[in-house]
């Protein structure tokens, strides 16, 4: 069984709460965590106000978490709670600690030396930053602040600010602390990722292969449904994944199973045989080149394409013929052929990929209604076209275009593959 | 003073916990409570386990806010918990909603459709969406799973699908329903955006010209400093408000203090004038587009362009000579002019806009350094080229450069329109 040690984080700070910033700290430390073979238990987001921070402290330490990380309200302001509300909370008092004064004075004496300022100019303003909590120990800081280091029962309890280049650098040493110490167990994972089955579908061969010892966890977005096993490394456990990854590749329509997303996979076969591709969009308005793009090196297989939003575009660039065009509309299998053929041409590349669609919320019609999209995939065995019907909102239809484009060129590519 | 109603937040799910998924209901709602002039006290984020799920909104109830909204955990799976939680903790018992087992059919009779199924091969699975805690209304679902509103004592509880589009479109009725009710007291807002200003300058003018009646909060994103300004109805606030706006357009680069943001624009006056766009553009990959295709009705003057990413396009459909290409390089100022004239031509528009640029984290030269980024934009009245050196990783040189083309064409546009 895998040990997963218990984590419960509190985020400090009204900026979090009124669409102002969004947080940075909680997912960065929930995914190393979770990496690390851990389960945060809950994100708790709070207000720079002390009643709601020691309730929230309370409440986080009441279910006995084996580590809690706190992020925000370490500074010189009046709305920098944390020290004093950690202390009310552990029933202890507030007091000056002699390192953490220490390393809040070598931290001035940086900024007093850029600003010609005599140390004792900065530090009565920044001096309440070395109170602490009885008890606990300071954490050096990476800015001014440093952070703090408290037990409460079972509980260890970690204390940062919340700018998150400080957040990172201050948590660095303390997870390879505890990762030396052994506090987390050694975690395996595998992650299937399939295309084009519901999620009731796929939960549904999950809980008739399930057992106890595994950890399992399922995700659908953008018509993808992703599942994430984690294992201990006994034996039996791996047994026990192995045996649950070969019935999803038996039942469900798996297309990776070694951790590779489609962006991944479309990449690396590109790559391998140094075949290119270009793409011609129409609903997603470049938003297909963009995605592909995202990734350093593309250029080695990516050498652009049209975006042919109106339909004048799509013939005096495409040159997708007019008669196409009235006969079929622009929202057609024909007009999303004769882009993805026309645009492989246009870019002298291997692969041609097109998306022609109803986006909405407007321009819907019986026949074509809102969410209806056609991807064209051109390559050396002839083109291939699909079709999409997808519900939600124009980011919603927007997002599925494109992956389903991408899945339609891994089809291309994979299948290319295998013959070969 | 602004009576501020108090909000919590419960976002239920184990995949924004381990790193899956990064939150998108929390930070939207949040934004627009904020904008109706409530106040978030927390967002609670919360694994799929239900003695979790109940202790959460127990921890949530227990500081009666006036509204809670709870969003994820309404499904068909085994963690689908909300209301069997909601229920246990609200001290009711769970029942079948013949409404909700109306909106259920409806919504399943679709997909039933679709997949050429009996609704009754559907139902089954899908039957336990119908129960609600007793006492509770259900709220009409956007994809299969109604929502939920409780109360309980002076709070008011709503429960909707985690999925964001649909948590989005079944949020929107919720939120019209409450205004109109008067839940949220009016509050008066002027946002005032800057480019080309840095954060502590803004935030100085802010320090200077502040009193205590005002709510002012500050945001940089992608150059752009953001002020917005809260406050009530009386006169007294009014013009405090107004005083403050003007110190900003004195004293700051502002480009709206009417609450439209730089897409905004650009979308009204091309269509104020009947004009259209062509974008080309290298760097951003077709990211430019995308951004401008996110507007619903932006057929009406965006005609679409080329994703010029490979030098051989820049040629080839631009018609970009290779000599420009070999004497400055594609990034350089000329050949921004030569896309943006060439795009522009092309998709006979208005305005031709370009981007070319070093994204990164590879390419760069001492000459042309990761960050460095060149813009162009052809009008009626010829063609201006700017450049940019954006700090941080591809992603923000991508975002930076986007937003740098669209105030280039902004200036172009009202230069145009004070002229005319």
New interface residues.
């Given amino acids: 069984m895998v040990r997963m040690p218990r984590v419960a984080v509190v985020l400090s700070g009204d900026?979090?709460?009124?669409?102002?910033?969004?947080?940075a700290n909680?997912?960065y430390v929930?995914?190393?965590l979770?990496?690390l073979g851990a389960?945060?238990?809950?994100?708790?987001?709070?207000?720079d106000?002390a009643d709601?921070l020691e309730?929230?402290l309370r409440?986080t330490l009441?279910?006995s978490p084996e580590l809690v990380i706190v992020a925000g309200g370490l500074g010189t302001t009046h709305d920098d709670l944390t020290a004093a509300s950690l202390a009310q909370v552990l029933g202890v008092e507030l007091e000056e600690d002699a390192v953490a004064l220490a390393m809040l004075r070598d931290a001035l004496q940086g900024i007093a030396q850029r600003r010609r300022l005599a140390i004792d100019e900065l530090l009565p303003q920044a001096r309440r930053q070395a109170l602490l909590p009885a008890g606990s120990e300071p954490l050096a800081p990476a800015g001014v602040a440093p952070g703090m280091a408290a037990r409460h029962g079972v509980t260890r309890i970690f204390a940062f600010p919340g700018v998150p280049s400080e957040f990172r650098t201050m948590w660095s040493p303390v997870e390879k602390a505890l990762v030396a110490e052994g506090f987390f167990a050694p975690v395996l994972e595998r992650v299937v990722r399939t295309y084009g089955a519901g999620?009731?579908a796929v939960?549904a061969i999950l809980?008739a292969a399930r057992r106890d010892l595994l950890d399992v966890?399922?995700?659908a977005?953008g018509g993808e449904v992703?599942v994430?096993i984690r294992y201990d490394s006994e034996p039996a456990s791996r047994m026990e994944a192995d045996d649950l990854v070969a019935a999803l590749e038996r039942e469900a329509p798996v297309f990776s199973s070694d951790g590779r997303t489609v962006d991944d996979i479309v990449a690396d076969e590109l790559t391998a045989r140094r075949e290119t591709l270009a793409?011609a969009?129409?609903?997603?308005?470049?938003?297909?080149?963009?995605r592909?793009?995202?990734r350093?090196?593309?250029?080695a297989y990516?050498?652009?394409?049209?975006?042919?939003?109106?339909d004048?575009?799509k013939r005096?660039?495409l040159g997708v013929s007019a008669d196409t065009l009235a006969q079929h509309g622009a929202v057609s299998a024909d007009v999303a052929t004769a882009m993805a053929e026309s645009v492989a041409k246009?870019?002298?590349a291997t692969y041609g990929l097109s998306i022609t669609g109803v986006?909405?919320?407007?321009g819907g019609t019986p026949e074509k209604p809102v969410g209806l999209v056609f991807v064209g995939c051109r390559g050396p065995r002839g083109t291939v076209v699909t079709q999409g019907?997808f519900?939600?909102?124009?980011?919603?239809v927007r997002q599925h275009s494109i992956t389903l484009a991408l899945h339609l060129l891994r089809e291309a590519l994979t299948v290319a593959a295998g013959d070969g």
């Fill in positions: 900026e979090l709460l009124d669409g102002r910033v969004v947080d909680g997912t929930a995914a190393r979770a990496a389960r945060v238990e809950h994100i708790l987001t709070v207000a106000q709601r309730a929230a409440f009441d279910s999620e009731a939960a809980d966890g399922i995700t977005t992703t994430k793409v969009e129409s609903c997603t308005g470049g938003g297909l080149g963009y592909i793009t995202e350093p090196g593309s250029s990516f050498v652009g394409g049209v975006i042919s939003y109106a004048d575009l005096d660039v246009l870019g002298r986006a909405g919320p407007g019907r519900p939600g909102d124009r980011v919603a």
